[in-house]
């Protein structure tokens, strides 16, 4: 089971950008699945996160610094998931990684890179003008 994001690059402050994390050797709704970033010298942080097909209601969490601005989505056509991210800032530079679990707590967001079993490569984000 791998996971592959793809879709960063460099923007322009306000801008936008939709990363993908895309999985083979397995199906990616059976699986929890969050993006991370990290930025040089900081800790890895979580930035939202989606529940597996075991919740009907396919719950979405994000973290207080990027909720309004971020989305995460599935499209189990592409065993894909997507976080489309608008009005970027310079803060927002990092390298940011997909992650994926088979377990979850439903109606729990997992923050911790630790409770994730498997891991994307990482795309670097550069917001600068």
């Not at 969490?61 to 970027?88: C, P, W």
């Not at 967001?109 to 409770?115: A, I, K, T």
């Amino acid at each position: 089971f791998q996971l592959q994001a793809s879709g960063g690059g460099l923007v322009q402050p306000g801008g936008s950008l939709k990363l993908s994390c895309a999985a083979s050797g397995a199906t990616l709704g059976d699986y929890y699945v969050g993006w991370f970033r990290q930025a040089p010298g900081k800790e890895r942080e979580w930035l939202s996160s989606i529940s597996s097909s075991a919740d009907s209601a396919e719950s979405a969490f994000y973290a207080e610094s990027i909720k309004g601005r971020f989305t995460i989505s599935r499209d189990n056509a592409k065993n894909t998931v997507h976080l489309q991210m608008s009005t970027l800032n310079p803060e927002d530079t990092a390298v940011y990684y997909c992650a994926a679990d088979n377990e979850e707590i439903l109606g729990t967001p997992l923050v911790n890179p630790d409770e994730y079993e498997y891991w994307g490569q990482g795309t670097q984000v550069t917001v600068s003008s």
